[in-house]
C-alpha cells in the first residue's frame, strides 16, 4: 500500500473536531515558524556591506539611530533595532561618536558597539583602474568627507607637491589601488598620504626608479590608459606596445577609456560610446588630441607601469574588445575592420 494513500486513510478515521484542532494547530505552527524565520533572519543573520563612518550625536533617541542605520544599510530593520536595543535594555546607554559601520555583523552586534561606544579603524578598498573621481565618491560613501572637499585637497598643487616631491597637477595615477585600514580621525591630506606612501613603495619593490620626472610622468599616463584598456592582466604588455608604436608614428591614441574619464569629469557616466562622444573637445580626448593626454586618467597598478616599460614586440597598432575580456589586436586598418567585420558580423 502506498504511503499517501495510508496518510489519507489515517485523517479519514480521525473525528471532524480533532482534524479541525489539527488543522489550528498546524496554522499556528506554519506562522510562528515564519515569524521566528522573519525574527531570525533580522537579528541574528549577520548583514554583509561596505564599512562606512557614521556620527551619533549626543541626545539621540534609539528610533532616529534606528532608522539612519536603516538609511545607511547598516541594519535590516529599524523596528527590531529598537526593539532589541530596549529589551537589552542598550537603549539608555548608547553612546555619542563616530563609529565604523558595516563589515558581516549583526544588528545585536552593531548595538552592542553603539553601547561600549566601540570606534574601530575604517577599512577602505580603491580597486585598480579607479579614477580619482571614482575613490573620492568611494571615499565619501564610506564618510571620510564630502567630495568637493576631497577634490579640492587631490588637486591643491601644494599637498600634490607635498606628498608626491613633484610639480603634478593633480594625486590622479598615485593613489594606489589597495585595502587601506585608516584611523578615522585622520583627516583627508594625511589618508592622501598614506595611498601615496604605498603607490612609491610598490615603485620601489618593482625597482622602478623615477630619474626623469616628466618622462615618468608619461609612462605613468600611459600605464593609466593601459590599465582602463586590459581585463586581462597577460595582455598588458601587448596593449602598451600598441600605444608605443602610434606615438612612434605620431598616430592618435584614440584610446576609449579617454573619452570616458572626459565624460567623468562631467559627471557622466556611459555604458557605450556614442560616436558624438568620440567628438568631444578636450585635453583628455585622444580620438582629438594628439600624444597623451594632461595627466593619468586612473591609479594604475604596478603591473601596468611595468608593461609600459617592458612592452611585447610587436608591429601591432590596432585593436578592439571582443565583449568577452580580451581584445582582437591588427597591424593595419584593413585587417583591423575585417576583424571586426568577422567577430561582430557588420
Known sequence: MKFPHLISQFFSNIPKFIKAHLIVLLLVTL???AVFSVIGYNILIPLNTNEVIIRIKQGETTKSIAHYLKANHIIRSAFWFDVLARVSKSDRQLKAGRYVFGGNVSIMQ???KIRTGNSTLLHLTIPEGFSLFSTLKQME???I???GDLLAVA????VVKKLTGHNWKTLEGVLYPETYAFDIDLQPEEIFAIMTKEFFTRLSGAGIVIK??????????LASIVEQ????????PLIAAVYLNRLKKKMKLESCPTVDYTLEREGIQRKRLTFDDLKIESEYNTYRISG???TPICNPSVTSLQAVYNPQETEYLYFFADFKGRNVFSRTYAEHLNKQKQIYGK
Do not use: N
Open 292 to 294: 597623451l593626454p594632461p
Open 155 to 158: 588637486t591643491d598643487p601644494m
Open 145 to 147: 568627507g564630502r567630495y
Open 229 to 236: 584598456e586590459a581585463v586581462m592582466k597577460d595582455e598588458k
Open 212 to 221: 626623469d620626472e616628466k618622462q615618468f610622468y608619461k609612462d605613468l599616463t
Open 31 to 33: 506562522c510562528s515558524l
Open 141 to 143: 560613501k564610506s564618510g
Open 110 to 112: 552593531t548595538i552592542l
